[in-house]
């Protein structure tokens, strides 16, 4: 599978949760560790040994420094020692830093440690990860594309706001349900569930220091929040 959406939108969020839900076991009468489930961060570019030193760190294992078949085979040693169903890749995306020949390359490694460990692999990154893959139709066939949209105005964002509200340590309600409040937070986030909690946050803080203790349109307009899109922007002028 291929979990796919933008930055600051959930994806490592439902990833921990995955995680959390099959936990590693100690096994302490055994050799080794038990991990169904192990989660990985792509290197920054796609490299075989790369690939294999964030495994092995991940696991405190030792990293043979001999050769890359030497890394190889010791990946595939302590994984099947430890019993591994799915190998969760995230920033995968990162595999287009590369020149075409990495890409291919690193792509035939995931595809190796799929069959070789008959493993499930789960691809996480923003949706240049598509491209990422495209050049390996196999890769392409093989993973399933899930993707993650931005909230919308409706029903489930309004739902999401009230279980903010929830915890947001105000005296005072704010209605954060309300039409016309969800739609002005949902236009400064824009749409995504990270910067709604930013934007949230930072009300909340601005309403608590100047006494107003509820998050209002005006508390919105005042707490210094800057959107995605303005930060881009002020980069871009720098």
């Not at 692999?121 to 993707?147: E, H, K, M, W, Y």
């Not at 509200?165 to 704010?174: A, D, K, M, T």
Request: with cysteine; charged share 20%; glycine share 6%.
């Amino acid at each position: 599978m291929l979990l796919i959406g933008d930055s600051n939108n959930g994806k490592t969020s439902l990833v921990r949760t995955f995680l959390k839900r099959h936990p590693v076991d100690e096994n302490i009468a055994g050799e080794s560790v038990i991990a169904k489930v192990l989660y990985v961060q792509a290197p920054p570019a796609p490299s075989e040994d790369g690939l294999y030193a964030e495994i092995l760190n991940c696991l405190f294992e030792r990293i043979p420094t001999s050769s890359t078949a030497a890394r190889r085979a010791q990946v595939i040693k302590v994984l099947r020692g430890i019993d591994l169903k799915v190998l969760v890749i995230d920033e995968l995306h990162n595999n287009l830093a590369g020149t075409t020949v990495k890409q291919q390359q690193f792509l035939n490694v995931i595809k190796y440690l799929g069959n070789e460990l008959q493993i499930s692999i789960v691809g996480c990154g923003t949706g240049d990860l598509l491209r990422a893959v495209s050049i390996d139709p196999q890769i392409q066939n093989r993973f399933t594309p899930l993707l993650i949209p931005k909230w919308r105005a409706g029903k489930d964002y309004r739902m999401l706001l009230k279980s903010f509200e929830s915890i947001i340590p105000l005296r005072q309600p704010s209605a954060l349900h309300d039409v016309a409040l969800a739609t002005k937070i949902l236009a400064m986030s824009e749409g995504t569930i990270g910067e709604t909690s930013t934007l949230l946050n930072t009300a909340a803080l601005h309403a608590i220091r100047t006494g107003e203790e509820r998050i209002s349109v005006e508390v919105l307009n005042a707490c210094d929040y800057a959107s995605p899109s303005d930060r881009t922007q002020l980069a871009s002028r720098i």
